[in-house]
């Protein structure tokens, strides 16, 4: 029994003393070690994926909606200011004509040029004590226009995308040229004085275009541009229409007024001729008259 047990040990020690042996070992070891550290990582990285999964469809069920990338927006929703530093001093001299409006407002918004009625496409701002001043850019845009002209006073137009553009006129001291940039609240110009209409004296029209359609700029101050830019044109169009058909019917009845009022002059001088012509030969006669009785006697 003990020969067995020696052989054996024997044969052992044989073995180990082979130099394959301990690398071969440690090869061995080193794969089973790898293969638990993958098998680890792979079963930690299956928890995770379930648990982000898990917790994205927690998400959606709160929101109500699918969780969507971000898109970054770059436009700037500004609100359409007056061009004015101080609302508070300033005051409307002449307000947009609208065809929706009473008739005494209708009147009170229509420029009187020399015999002309013109409904006013704008807004006519100026000084509570008529002093001159600064007049800004309303919303940020790109300048397209800068023209001296005595009738408006001058003009300046500022686009806006989309089809709004912003018009300045009734202004002197220009600072912008064709092609610039300007910010909302930038200086434009100062404020002055236009033959169209004098009344208004110094101050600045201010008009708000949608496809070169006249809007309200009353009915847009405070309000952002997409308001603007998606409101319908074609409806104040029609107002439009309606407001020229309004002005001829204004200059038609002021024509015929002032030809009755010449008929009616011309008449009278034609009175006034007759009776002149009667008193004329009433007194001639009277006058043969007595000379034939101075002869007679």
């Known amino acids: 029994?003990?020969?067995?047990?020696?052989?054996?040990?024997?044969?052992?020690?044989?073995?180990?003393?082979?130099?394959?042996?301990?690398?071969?070992?440690?090869?061995?070891?080193?794969?089973?070690?790898?293969?638990?550290?993958?098998?680890?990582?792979?079963?930690?990285?299956?928890n995770l994926a379930d648990q982000t999964k898990d917790q994205n469809k927690t998400n959606e069920e709160a929101t109500g909606k699918d969780e969507q990338p971000v898109i970054e927006v770059n436009t700037n929703f500004e609100n359409v200011a007056m061009p004015v530093l101080n609302e508070d001093e300033v005051k409307y001299v002449t307000e947009f004509f609208d065809p929706n409006a009473s008739r005494e407002a209708q009147e009170a918004a229509l420029i009187v040029d020399g015999d002309t009625y013109r409904p006013n496409l704008g807004v006519d701002i100026a000084m509570n004590d008529g002093s001159a001043f600064e007049v800004l850019a309303a919303l940020s845009g790109d300048v397209t226009a800068v023209r001296q002209d005595a009738l408006l006073g001058n003009v300046i137009e500022i686009d806006h995308?989309?089809?709004?553009?912003?018009?300045?006129?009734?202004i002197r001291d220009i600072e912008v040229s064709v092609g610039d940039k300007v910010k909302q609240g930038d200086t434009l110009a100062i404020s002055s004085t236009s033959q169209l209409n004098k009344e208004?004296?110094?101050h600045v029209h201010f008009e708000i275009r949608k496809n070169n359609i006249a809007l309200n700029p009353i009915s847009f101050f405070g309000q952002p541009l997409t308001a603007i830019q998606d409101y319908d044109s074609e409806a104040q169009a029609e107002g439009n229409e309606e407001a020229a058909d309004q002005e001829d019917a204004t200059n038609e009845e002021t024509n015929q007024q002032e030809d009755e009022s010449s008929e009616e002059t011309t008449d009278q001088d034609d009175k006034d001729n007759e009776t002149s012509g009667t008193n004329t030969d009433e007194d001639s006669s009277e006058t043969n008259a007595d000379a034939d009785n101075n002869l007679e006697q």
């Open 161 to 170: 995308g989309e089809g709004v553009k912003t018009v300045y006129q009734s």
């Open 1 to 46: 029994m003990r020969e067995e047990e020696k052989n054996q040990s024997s044969q052992w020690k044989n073995f180990f003393k082979k130099r394959w042996v301990f690398p071969a070992i440690y090869l061995a070891c080193a794969a089973l070690l790898i293969s638990g550290i993958v098998w680890y990582q792979s079963s930690v990285g299956d």
């Open 200 to 202: 208004a004296k110094n």
